[in-house]
């Protein structure tokens, strides 16, 4: 791949959310190890693609050390093939898969489907390759060199995964000019997205994409950009090159479905690892809103809210001040984790450890305050309520008031309430 579609890693944006989380919090390599090792037994992954991003999927690592990826805030189009490579074992046909797909001929077919132009900084991976197949060139019509990327993989159909690739994201978190999510006479459902690189806005980098997950787990997302590069070059025309009406036809085309259906099926290897026999279900988005609003006080009026079925909520508040965003996160099997995070915590007469955590949100950002009131019951399911507040309305917002709408004391009311026992 060009280095220029490297800079920013995995790592970079680790190491970011860290530092924008601010206060007190200090990670360290035992605590983020111990956060991947409980990431991989519990499905408390995206996404992203779609519904969290920003300061919502920071927020777990910040107080946390366990990531909490952001749907659809991920917008590098390699590391989404990557994500959904996942699970391709699982939901693979069982038909022997067709001859493998070649790096160059996916770039002819990108290339044969975009209008005439002029082709530079080509790159692509061909259907046997790991992770994944992809094609990325940089298109310039006359009217400006800009970006354009095909990922491709499968998906479980029918799974949380397909929603979170083909919803429209929240724009509390993501924002976009526009966006819609349709299902096609075939079955498949297409996302369109028009909206920025980076969610806060600070430079103006658009980007513009088109995701399709058919019915068989086909997925295809055709990316594009209004500069040569997804990050660190310079914006070279207003728009992206292609409508809407052009990332539809580029992204049904059958011929990266073809690709896709090349994709080697890697069995399960005997043994592999897999999710804790007992492990209980993940809260849903629904019952997670229902009891943080039954639970707040009475002088904030609730203005927006919602959520996901990973165990994250939020609502936005207002107590005739400014709004203030209050995100939750409800989760189980953290108790491996428990020293790293409640180190510097208290532990209640019952058992329940908890940290209070007072410091910065997002430093890209000037003025945001965030605080997290961090929670874990005794009991071998781990059961770990997390509540954070805001001065600011959106993660990308500027702030709205001084301080978050809810006291640290009613955060703590909030997130020790025997209301979340009903969700364990």
């Given at each position: 791949?060009?280095?220029?579609?490297?800079?920013?890693?995995?790592?970079?944006?680790?190491?970011?959310a860290?530092?924008?989380?601010?206060?007190?919090?200090?990670?360290?390599?035992?605590?983020?190890?111990?956060?991947?090792?409980?990431?991989?037994?519990?499905?408390?992954?995206?996404?992203?693609?779609?519904?969290?991003?920003?300061?919502?999927?920071?927020?777990?690592?910040?107080?946390?050390?366990?990531?909490?990826?952001?749907?659809?805030?991920s917008?590098?189009?390699?590391?989404?093939?990557?994500?959904?490579?996942?699970?391709?074992?699982?939901?693979?046909?069982?038909?022997?898969?067709?001859?493998?797909?070649?790096?160059?001929?996916?770039?002819?077919?990108?290339?044969?489907?975009?209008?005439?132009?002029?082709?530079?900084?080509?790159?692509?991976?061909?259907?046997?390759?790991?992770?994944?197949?992809?094609?990325?060139?940089?298109?310039?019509?006359?009217?400006?060199?800009?970006?354009?990327?095909?990922?491709?993989?499968?998906?479980?159909?029918?799974?949380?995964?397909?929603?979170?690739?083909?919803?429209?994201?929240?724009?509390?978190?993501?924002?976009?000019?526009?966006?819609?999510?349709?299902?096609?006479?075939?079955?498949?459902?297409?996302?369109?997205?028009?909206?920025?690189?980076?969610?806060?806005?600070?430079?103006?980098?658009?980007?513009?994409?088109?995701d399709?997950?058919?019915?068989?787990?086909?997925?295809?997302?055709?990316?594009?950009?209004?500069?040569?590069?997804?990050?660190?070059?310079?914006?070279?025309?207003?728009?992206?090159?292609?409508?809407?009406?052009?990332?539809?036809?580029?992204?049904?085309?059958?011929?990266?479905?073809?690709?896709?259906?090349?994709?080697?099926?890697?069995?399960?290897?005997?043994?592999?690892?897999?999710?804790?026999?007992?492990?209980?279900?993940?809260?849903?988005?629904?019952?997670i809103?229902?009891?943080?609003?039954?639970?707040?006080?009475?002088?904030?009026?609730?203005v927006?809210?919602?959520?996901?079925?990973?165990?994250?909520?939020?609502?936005?508040?207002?107590?005739?001040?400014?709004?203030?965003?209050?995100?939750?996160?409800?989760?189980?099997?953290?108790?491996?984790?428990?020293?790293?995070?409640?180190?510097?915590?208290?532990?209640?007469?019952?058992g329940?450890?908890?940290?209070?955590?007072?410091?910065?949100?997002?430093?890209?950002?000037?003025?945001?305050?965030?605080?997290?009131?961090?929670?874990?019951?005794?009991?071998?399911?781990?059961?770990?309520?997390?509540?954070?507040?805001?001065?600011?309305?959106?993660?990308?917002?500027?702030?709205?008031?001084?301080?978050?709408?809810?006291?640290?004391?009613?955060?703590?009311e909030?997130a020790?309430?025997?209301?979340?026992?009903?969700?364990?």
């Amino acid at each position: 791949m060009p280095e220029h579609q490297h800079q920013d890693p995995f790592e970079d944006r680790l190491a970011a959310a860290l530092r924008d989380t601010g206060g007190d919090f200090r990670a360290d390599g035992t605590a983020l190890a111990a956060g991947g090792r409980t990431r991989g037994r519990r499905a408390l992954t995206r996404r992203r693609a779609g519904v969290l991003g920003g300061v919502a999927g920071v927020a777990l690592v910040g107080v946390g050390g366990a990531l909490l990826l952001p749907p659809d805030g991920s917008s590098d189009p390699e590391r989404r093939t990557v994500a959904s490579q996942a699970t391709a074992g699982a939901s693979a046909s069982a038909t022997p898969a067709p001859p493998p797909v070649s790096g160059d001929a996916l770039l002819s077919s990108l290339k044969e489907l975009l209008p005439e132009g002029k082709f530079s900084e080509e790159d692509a991976r061909g259907s046997g390759e790991k992770p994944g197949p992809y094609a990325y060139l940089v298109y310039d019509d006359a009217e400006g060199a800009a970006a354009i990327s095909v990922g491709l993989a499968r998906v479980e159909p029918g799974s949380e995964q397909v929603r979170q690739l083909t919803e429209c994201p929240d724009e509390t978190f993501t924002p976009y000019d526009e966006c819609s999510s349709t299902r096609l006479p075939d079955g498949s459902l297409l996302k369109l997205f028009q909206g920025y690189e980076y969610p806060d806005r600070r430079v103006d980098t658009k980007l513009w994409s088109a995701d399709l997950v058919t019915s068989k787990g086909q997925h295809v997302t055709v990316s594009e950009w209004n500069s040569p590069a997804q990050k660190g070059a310079p914006v070279t025309r207003e728009d992206p090159p292609l409508s809407t009406a052009q990332l539809k036809e580029v992204v049904t085309a059958d011929v990266w479905r073809r690709a896709v259906d090349a994709i080697p099926v890697e069995p399960t290897p005997p043994g592999s690892a897999t999710a804790p026999e007992h492990a209980p279900p993940g809260a849903s988005g629904k019952d997670i809103s229902q009891t943080l609003v039954g639970l707040l006080p009475k002088n904030l009026d609730v203005v927006e809210q919602g959520g996901q079925d990973s165990g994250f909520s939020y609502v936005v508040v207002d107590d005739g001040r400014g709004g203030s965003l209050v995100q939750i996160n409800v989760q189980h099997g953290m108790n491996d984790v428990a020293d790293q995070l409640y180190r510097s915590g208290e532990t209640l007469p019952d058992g329940t450890r908890v940290a209070v955590r007072q410091g910065g949100g997002d430093d890209r950002v000037a003025g945001v305050v965030m605080w997290t009131v961090d929670t874990l019951r005794p009991g071998e399911d781990g059961f770990r309520v997390v509540v954070s507040a805001f001065n600011n309305d959106a993660t990308h917002a500027e702030p709205t008031r001084d301080a978050p709408a809810p006291t640290i004391g009613q955060l703590r009311e909030i997130a020790l309430s025997p209301e979340w026992e009903k969700l364990r």
